[in-house]
Protein backbone atom coordinates (compact mmCIF):
# COMPACT_ATOMS: atom_id res chain seq x y z
CA UNK A 1 0.00 0.00 0.00
CA UNK A 2 1.66 3.52 -0.88
CA UNK A 3 0.17 6.56 0.33
CA UNK A 4 -0.04 9.96 -1.84
CA UNK A 5 1.36 12.99 0.15
CA UNK A 6 -0.21 16.26 -1.46
CA UNK A 7 0.68 18.79 1.21
CA UNK A 8 2.48 19.79 4.01
CA UNK A 9 1.01 21.45 7.59
CA UNK A 10 2.25 24.23 9.07
CA UNK A 11 4.48 22.47 11.24
CA UNK A 12 6.02 20.56 7.79
CA UNK A 13 4.34 16.99 8.62
CA UNK A 14 3.20 15.43 5.37
CA UNK A 15 -0.97 15.21 5.20
CA UNK A 16 -2.42 12.22 3.93
CA UNK A 17 -4.14 12.79 0.65
CA UNK A 18 -5.28 8.97 -0.26
CA UNK A 19 -4.43 6.22 -0.09
CA UNK A 20 -4.03 3.40 -3.29
CA UNK A 21 -2.75 0.08 -4.25
CA UNK A 22 -0.17 0.21 -6.72
CA UNK A 23 0.34 -3.55 -8.61
CA UNK A 24 2.91 -4.23 -11.07
CA UNK A 25 1.80 -6.15 -14.25
CA UNK A 26 4.36 -8.22 -15.46
CA UNK A 27 4.62 -6.29 -19.59
CA UNK A 28 5.79 -3.63 -18.04
CA UNK A 29 7.83 -4.13 -15.53
CA UNK A 30 9.24 -6.74 -18.63
CA UNK A 31 10.09 -3.35 -20.59
CA UNK A 32 11.52 -0.80 -17.82
CA UNK A 33 11.94 2.28 -19.75
CA UNK A 34 16.04 3.55 -20.05
CA UNK A 35 16.94 6.90 -18.58
CA UNK A 36 19.13 9.28 -20.42
CA UNK A 37 20.47 12.51 -19.23
CA UNK A 38 20.91 14.96 -22.38
CA UNK A 39 22.22 18.12 -21.96
CA UNK A 40 18.84 20.05 -20.14
CA UNK A 41 16.86 17.52 -20.72
CA UNK A 42 16.54 14.05 -18.32
CA UNK A 43 14.31 11.74 -20.42
CA UNK A 44 12.73 8.30 -20.24
CA UNK A 45 13.14 6.26 -22.94
CA UNK A 46 11.56 2.67 -24.34
CA UNK A 47 15.21 0.85 -25.26
CA UNK A 48 14.64 -0.57 -28.33
CA UNK A 49 13.07 3.38 -29.57
CA UNK A 50 16.30 4.87 -27.71
CA UNK A 51 18.91 5.46 -30.88
CA UNK A 52 16.17 6.16 -33.16
CA UNK A 53 14.78 9.39 -30.86
CA UNK A 54 18.11 10.18 -29.79
CA UNK A 55 20.74 9.19 -31.98
CA UNK A 56 22.60 11.47 -34.17
CA UNK A 57 19.90 12.46 -36.74
CA UNK A 58 17.33 13.25 -33.88
CA UNK A 59 15.38 16.05 -33.33
CA UNK A 60 16.03 18.05 -30.21
CA UNK A 61 12.36 17.53 -28.92
CA UNK A 62 12.43 19.94 -26.62
CA UNK A 63 12.85 22.83 -29.10
CA UNK A 64 10.81 21.13 -32.63
CA UNK A 65 9.83 24.70 -33.89
CA UNK A 66 13.59 25.04 -35.00
CA UNK A 67 13.21 21.40 -37.04
CA UNK A 68 12.05 20.97 -40.78
CA UNK A 69 11.22 17.53 -40.35
CA UNK A 70 8.19 18.46 -37.84
CA UNK A 71 4.80 19.89 -38.30
CA UNK A 72 2.95 21.75 -35.73
CA UNK A 73 -0.51 19.93 -35.76
CA UNK A 74 -2.37 21.38 -32.93
CA UNK A 75 -2.12 23.73 -29.96
CA UNK A 76 -3.80 24.49 -26.74
CA UNK A 77 -3.80 26.02 -22.92
CA UNK A 78 -0.14 25.13 -22.76
CA UNK A 79 0.32 22.63 -24.81
CA UNK A 80 0.72 21.76 -28.35
CA UNK A 81 1.32 18.48 -30.53
CA UNK A 82 3.59 17.82 -33.34
CA UNK A 83 3.81 15.67 -36.02
CA UNK A 84 8.00 14.48 -36.55
CA UNK A 85 9.10 12.65 -39.63
CA UNK A 86 12.08 10.60 -38.23
CA UNK A 87 12.81 8.12 -40.69
CA UNK A 88 10.12 5.91 -42.08
CA UNK A 89 8.29 6.38 -38.72
CA UNK A 90 6.19 9.28 -37.77
CA UNK A 91 6.78 10.14 -33.80
CA UNK A 92 3.53 12.46 -32.13
CA UNK A 93 5.37 14.73 -29.77
CA UNK A 94 3.11 16.62 -26.81
CA UNK A 95 4.91 19.70 -25.66
CA UNK A 96 3.61 21.09 -22.48
CA UNK A 97 4.56 24.49 -20.83
CA UNK A 98 3.96 26.01 -17.70
CA UNK A 99 1.85 28.56 -17.34
CA UNK A 100 1.27 31.10 -14.46
CA UNK A 101 0.81 30.25 -11.05
CA UNK A 102 -2.46 28.43 -11.00
CA UNK A 103 -1.66 25.22 -13.50
CA UNK A 104 1.90 25.15 -11.63
CA UNK A 105 -0.17 24.19 -8.17
CA UNK A 106 -2.46 22.23 -9.92
CA UNK A 107 1.00 20.41 -11.75
CA UNK A 108 2.00 20.08 -8.04
CA UNK A 109 -1.02 18.84 -6.75
CA UNK A 110 -2.10 16.52 -9.64
CA UNK A 111 1.35 15.62 -11.12
CA UNK A 112 3.19 16.55 -14.64
CA UNK A 113 0.69 15.73 -17.23
CA UNK A 114 3.48 13.98 -19.79
CA UNK A 115 3.94 11.53 -16.74
CA UNK A 116 0.69 10.81 -16.15
CA UNK A 117 0.05 10.36 -20.09
CA UNK A 118 3.11 8.45 -19.92
CA UNK A 119 1.79 6.02 -17.35
CA UNK A 120 -2.22 5.48 -18.35
CA UNK A 121 -0.36 4.59 -21.96
CA UNK A 122 1.69 1.83 -20.60
CA UNK A 123 -0.98 0.95 -18.25
CA UNK A 124 -3.58 0.38 -21.37
CA UNK A 125 -0.85 -1.39 -23.38
CA UNK A 126 -0.31 -3.72 -20.52
CA UNK A 127 -3.80 -4.58 -20.41
CA UNK A 128 -4.03 -4.74 -24.36
CA UNK A 129 -6.04 -2.06 -24.92
CA UNK A 130 -5.20 -0.94 -28.65
CA UNK A 131 -3.36 2.37 -27.55
CA UNK A 132 -0.48 4.06 -29.59
CA UNK A 133 2.77 3.00 -28.17
CA UNK A 134 4.53 5.57 -25.22
CA UNK A 135 8.09 5.75 -26.27
CA UNK A 136 9.84 8.61 -24.16
CA UNK A 137 8.87 11.27 -21.68
CA UNK A 138 10.99 14.36 -20.63
CA UNK A 139 11.71 17.96 -18.80
CA UNK A 140 14.32 20.58 -18.94
CA UNK A 141 16.05 20.29 -15.73
CA UNK A 142 16.52 24.33 -16.30
CA UNK A 143 13.00 24.71 -16.78
CA UNK A 144 10.75 21.75 -14.93
CA UNK A 145 7.71 23.01 -16.25
CA UNK A 146 8.48 21.76 -19.86
CA UNK A 147 7.68 18.65 -20.73
CA UNK A 148 7.23 16.43 -23.54
CA UNK A 149 5.55 13.06 -24.28
CA UNK A 150 6.78 11.02 -27.65
CA UNK A 151 4.68 8.26 -28.94
CA UNK A 152 4.60 6.17 -31.84
CA UNK A 153 2.39 7.41 -34.96
CA UNK A 154 -0.03 4.75 -36.06
CA UNK A 155 -1.23 4.04 -39.62
CA UNK A 156 -5.07 4.57 -40.41
CA UNK A 157 -5.60 5.28 -36.36
CA UNK A 158 -8.81 7.33 -35.97
CA UNK A 159 -9.24 9.96 -33.32
CA UNK A 160 -11.33 9.00 -30.33
CA UNK A 161 -14.20 10.78 -31.92
CA UNK A 162 -14.18 9.37 -35.39
CA UNK A 163 -14.38 6.28 -33.23
CA UNK A 164 -17.34 6.83 -31.11
CA UNK A 165 -19.05 8.62 -34.49
CA UNK A 166 -18.68 5.41 -36.28
CA UNK A 167 -19.95 3.36 -33.25
CA UNK A 168 -22.91 5.49 -32.86
CA UNK A 169 -22.02 6.93 -29.81
CA UNK A 170 -21.11 10.81 -30.51
CA UNK A 171 -23.56 13.06 -29.13
CA UNK A 172 -26.02 14.98 -31.59
CA UNK A 173 -25.09 18.54 -29.89
CA UNK A 174 -21.41 18.08 -29.95
CA UNK A 175 -20.02 20.78 -32.27
CA UNK A 176 -17.02 18.66 -33.85
CA UNK A 177 -19.62 16.66 -35.16
CA UNK A 178 -19.66 12.77 -35.52
Same mark, same amino acid.
Given at each position: ??? *? ?8 ? &?? /?????? +?????? +? ?12 ? /??? /? ?12 ? &? ?12 ? +? ?8 ? $? ?34 ? $? ?6 ? $? ?8 ? +? *???? $? ?12 ? *? ?19 ? *??
Amino acid at each position: MYT *GVSALSRSGT &PQ /VAASYR +ITAHPQ +IEARRPAYLYLEDA /VWQ /VEADWQDRLFGSDA &PDWLTLNNDARAIC +IKTGHLRSTW $RVTLGEHTIYAKAYEGGGLRDQLKRMLVGDPTRREW $RVAREAAS $REVPVVRALA +I *GSNR $RAPHRSMFLSEGLD *GAATLAEAWGDAGLARADDPR *GP
